[in-house]
């Protein structure tokens, strides 16, 4: 294809345990996307816009039961784009440094430092493969669960498929269960616990992987230093 996108059709079969909206990956990247819907009897049919990167595209979709109990065989295409990307890739870097909260005690001042400086050793290393490197820094009282929210779904409506989006997060993390929590500037506690404060007041790895794949960018990384 010449184009730089292309509108794909998903038709998902309602086998008795209802169905939850595809999923859609390029080059292996999980897509973020925002379907149109319309049901026919047992049949969903959805369809949406994805842009295409330059060259080849392996496009694959899948789809679940409502509650994730059992997902459909993957169906699977690969496309061709000829067209040129208009630039070289760019390199999106946020660096969050949690070093302070309104409870001292989970206040690690390292935090801003260590992100900074992992930011200028990637910045200064990677130049030369990108066509800029971009450094956001959200340090100390900055870097808040909202600013941190925004700040990603900015970046990530800004990048082109050939780009990368990284995300750096260091600051006082905590396993509960089998997921980490980090603890944003702003997380204050209340009269149930630091465990409830966590989870309700925390930002979870899921959540920050999740608000990653949102970027158009097909290239994501994401590093967690938890103390």
């Known amino acids: 294809t010449d184009g730089d996108s292309i509108v794909v059709a998903v038709d998902a079969a309602d086998q008795g345990g209802g169905v939850s909206g595809p999923k859609i990956f390029n080059n292996g990247a ?21 842009n295409l990167a330059a060259g080849s595209n392996l496009i694959r979709v899948t789809a679940a039961s409502t509650d994730g109990s059992w997902e459909a065989i993957p169906a699977e295409i690969e496309l061709d ?3 040129r990307a208009d630039r070289k890739g760019r390199l999106f870097l946020v660096a969050v ?12 001042p390292q935090a801003s ?24 820094a959200l340090l100390g009282k900055d870097a808040t669960r909202a600013r941190l929210k925004d700040t990603l779904l900015d970046v990530g409506s800004l990048s ?22 980090l603890a944003p500037s702003g ?14 007041q925390g930002l979870a790895g899921d959540e920050l992987a999740a608000l990653l794949g949102n970027a158009r960018a097909l290239n994501r990384v994401l590093i967690l230093d938890a103390a």
């Open 160 to 181: 082109q498929p050939q780009d990368t989006v990284m995300l750096v997060v260091c600051g006082r993390g905590t396993m509960l269960g089998d997921h980490l929590y």
């Open 113 to 136: 430092r260590d992100a900074r400086s992992l930011a200028d050793l990637v910045q200064l290393r990677s130049a030369a493969l990108y066509d800029r490197v971009d450094v956001i």
């Open 30 to 50: 999980r897509l973020a996307f925002e379907p149109q819907a319309r049901r026919e009897g047992d049949t969903v049919h959805y369809t949406c816009d994805l």
């Open 81 to 83: 784009s000829s067209r």
């Open 187 to 200: 997380l204050r506690p209340g009269t149930a616990g630091w465990e409830n404060d966590f989870r309700t």
């Open 97 to 108: 440094g949690m070093s302070e909260n309104a409870d001292a005690k989970l206040n690690l």
